[in-house]
């Protein structure tokens, strides 16, 4: 029988690769096994003056005699061999506190760093004991030293063998593990700048400072002059760049550099199948609680709910989505007589090798809500080296039976408007409304309305400008019954480009969120948005960058990313995210379209059509457009009796770039006027709407009306004539001025 032993970091025991379960939950039982794993031998009057201080000998000798039958009973015989009055530890236990002082001596730092899961008998006491306690005090102190010295010494060698990106990881560690080990963060701040990434110094220096004073501590001078330094460097770093917008705390920040990243899984829900939603809706909640956690990244529920089935190894997620930890658990629901309560059972697990790091049990009252989230994420932050400064609680959030069942209607339309075609959107309207009937107050469910009113035109049709009001009034109620919800935040960002075409505002609303819950992708990938349109390029790939690192399965954002990268001329970037979307959702024509647009300015006509009658929602009339692109007279004709004979709304965007790339100048013009006019509130036709109006500012598909006076005319009033528009790349992207190359025709 194969006994192994944790205590670096979660207590916990294998026997057989199985874990014990509650073994803890006898502390005395607990003690004497770590004490003789860790020690190897030791007497009988030695073990009792630690464990039995209080008790007279015989007492002492009983209770020992006592608990090595208990041991006996779940480990087996061969776990400890007695000679007498000595106690010694059997060769088929192994105790990874022992490990890690092997691996030191044989200066195995890679090996050691490896062991290493946290401090020795993280958060667990015995307290009737003081010497046991004083022990353990002891051994902690001796293997965090060790721990510092693994981190040094492993430092040093990656960079002897310009390992940079392994030193940084190692300084990482030993910097998450000891937040307030000023050696720990000198040395990454360090290797971050002499790595030519002050930014990212710069952010672990305000992080560290904000940890300080939260001890009421001071920097010491040897750190405030290292910030001098990151400083200057990230000055350096900047000049040159052209600025729109004020620049964001959030600007310049990637995933994964400091934070560690985090994913949480759908909670396994254990009893009758009425009270699912409550399971989701605890794991929804402690994914926002974990969100507003500026030192943690955080992957956005759209990617983590992939993971549903506990049959995908912890390994492979944490590859797929790039983190190193995950959360799960359990919900156990009791519906006894009139009790409604639930045992909620969360783990934390490091991904690489499915290490469990730490694992309890709580009880919660349905009834009252789900008060057990910020508890549980507290947690989870301490055990990855991370004390919150500021609250994790999200104020808007029900609490009552009926507010539950409106949480439910909630997040069943959050899941219908991830989707994104008319029939879920439309679903997504009806449930929104029907949880703010049964929750009147629900500022998400209001937030969640806003989003999907500002995306309605895209799907239903109407006056786009109607739909963007009623955005705006559900987002502004969002905002009014909770001020501190990211959300709401993001909703009113959403109006300011799609209604008012005013970046600065949605610039100051997007970081608003950002500052309530940094790992918001949608926020992110949004914010990059803004500054694209407005020239802040390298700051525009970082934020969709990050957006897409917090949520990489999601088709939307995938989607809005490669858009981005599009506008910002990084054709083979886009054209991968587009792919991506394509893996994702075969059925998701715009990828389709952007695609099959791309092969038409690069004179690919065969590679278009295919890509283009992949389209299906447009019907017979749009295949014939598509027949004839290799001759773009025919194919106006075939677009302009498409869009005379088309039964609803038409989609203005995709009208405009056709007709753009078949060479139509005049049609495109009158498809962007049309929005324009549309978004002002003048009597237009009915559209199906798109992106942003101030999208025009850099998208390449327009690239050849930016001559004409009537393009400048409607730059002008939106107030952005003055934009710069991101440079062609060097050796060219095809053709920009609407012709057709006929390479391969």
């Known amino acids: 029988m194969k006994i192994e032993i944790f205590t670096l970091g979660r207590l916990a025991i294998r026997v057989d690769g199985r874990e014990v379960p509650n073994f803890s939950a006898q502390p005395v039982r607990t003690a004497l096994l770590v004490y003789l794993a860790v020690a190897g031998e030791a007497s009988r009057d030695l073990v009792m003056a630690l464990l039995w201080p209080e008790s007279d000998a015989p007492r002492a000798r009983h209770a020992l005699r006592q608990t090595l039958y208990e041991l006996k009973r779940t480990l087996g015989e061969e776990w400890l061999e007695i000679h007498g009055e000595l106690l010694r530890v059997g060769e088929s236990v192994s105790v990874d506190a022992v490990r890690f002082r092997g691996a030191m001596e044989n200066a195995s730092y890679e090996e050691a760093l490896d062991i290493y899961g946290g401090s020795f008998l993280h958060g667990w006491h015995l307290k009737p004991s003081l010497e046991f306690q004083h022990w353990v005090d002891s051994q902690r102190e001796q293997l965090s030293t060790l721990f510092r010295e693994a981190c040094r010494e492993h430092a040093t060698a990656c960079l002897s063998f310009g390992d940079q990106a392994g030193a940084v990881g190692t300084a990482r560690k030993w910097a998450v593990r000891e937040p307030l080990d000023t050696e720990a963060q000198h040395l990454l701040m360090t290797l971050l700048l002499e790595g030519g990434d002050p930014h990212q110094a710069l952010l672990l220096y305000r992080r560290y400072e904000a940890r300080l004073r939260n001890e009421e501590l001071e920097p010491l001078p040897e750190t405030v002059r290292l910030l001098e330094r990151i400083q200057l460097a990230a000055r350096g770093a900047s000049t040159g760049s052209r600025t729109g917008l004020r620049r964001s705390p959030h600007h310049g920040t990637a995933i994964g550099a400091t934070e560690p990243r985090v994913a949480v899984l759908p909670f396994e829900h254990i009893g009758d199948d009425k009270d699912r939603h409550f399971t989701e809706g605890f794991t929804d909640e402690l ?66 090798d499915a290490v ?110 109607e739909w963007y009001l009623k955005a705006r009034s559900a987002a502004e109620r969002a905002l009014a019954l909770d001020p501190d919800l990211a959300e709401a935040y993001n909703a009113m960002a959403t109006c300011d480009l799609l209604l008012d075409w005013d970046l600065a505002a949605a610039e100051g609303h997007l970081t608003r969120a950002l500052d309530l819950a940094p790992s918001y992708a949608e ?211 095809g053709p920009s001025d609407g012709s057709l190359m006929t390479a391969d025709s």
Request: charged share 25%.
């Open 287 to 352: 994914i926002s609680h974990l969100a507003r956690i500026p030192e943690i990244a955080v992957i956005a529920r759209t990617s983590a709910m992939q993971y549903g089935s506990a049959s995908v190894p912890p390994g492979r997620i944490g590859e797929e989505l790039g983190v190193e930890h995950l959360v799960r658990g359990t919900v156990r629901w009791d519906r006894s007589g009139n009790r409604r309560r639930a045992r909620i059972s969360p783990a934390l697990i490091r991904a690489v």
């Open 523 to 733: 926020a992110w990938v949004r914010l990059g948005y803004v500054l694209c349109t407005v020239g802040q390029f390298d700051a525009a790939r970082e934020a969709a960058d990050r957006g897409l690192a917090l949520d990489p399965l999601s088709v939307a954002t995938n989607f809005d990313v490669g858009f981005q990268f599009w506008q910002l001329r990084d054709r083979e970037r886009a054209i991968r995210q587009f792919r991506r979307v394509q893996e994702l959702d075969p059925g998701f024509d715009p990828a389709h379209f952007f695609i099959g647009g791309d092969h038409l300015l690069r004179g690919e006509v065969r590679s278009a059509q295919r890509e283009w009658s992949r389209i299906e929602h447009q019907g017979p009339l749009w295949q014939r457009v598509v027949e004839r692109i290799h001759q773009p007279e025919a194919a106006l004709d075939a677009l302009g009796r498409l869009l005379e004979l088309a039964p609803g709304p038409t989609h203005f965007y995709m009208a405009a770039v056709t007709s753009a790339l078949l060479g139509g100048t005049d049609q495109a013009l009158c498809w962007l006027e049309g929005h324009y006019r549309n978004v002002r509130g003048e009597a237009g036709r009915l559209e199906t709407g798109g992106p942003s109006l101030t999208h025009i500012v850099q998208d390449p598909f327009f690239d050849g009306l930016r001559s004409d006076e009537r393009f400048t005319a409607l730059l002008r009033g939106m107030g952005l004539e003055e934009a710069p528009v991101v440079p062609a790349p060097r050796g060219g992207q």
């Open 356 to 465: 469990e790091l730490w694992a309890e049990t709580y009880e919660a009252e349905v009834d009252g809500g789900f008060e057990v989230q910020r508890e549980v994420a507290e947690r989870v932050a301490a055990e990855l080296g991370v004390k919150i400064a500021g609250p994790t609680s999200l104020p808007g959030h029900p609490l009552g039976r009926k507010d539950l069942q409106a949480y439910e209607l909630y997040l069943k339309g959050f899941q219908y408007a991830n989707h994104r075609n008319r029939k879920s959107m439309s679903e997504a309207v009806r449930l929104f409304q029907e949880a703010l009937g049964l929750h009147p107050t629900f500022a998400r469910a209001y937030a969640g309305l806003a989003l999907v009113y500002a995306m309605m035109p895209g799907f239903v049709g109407f006056q786009p400008r």
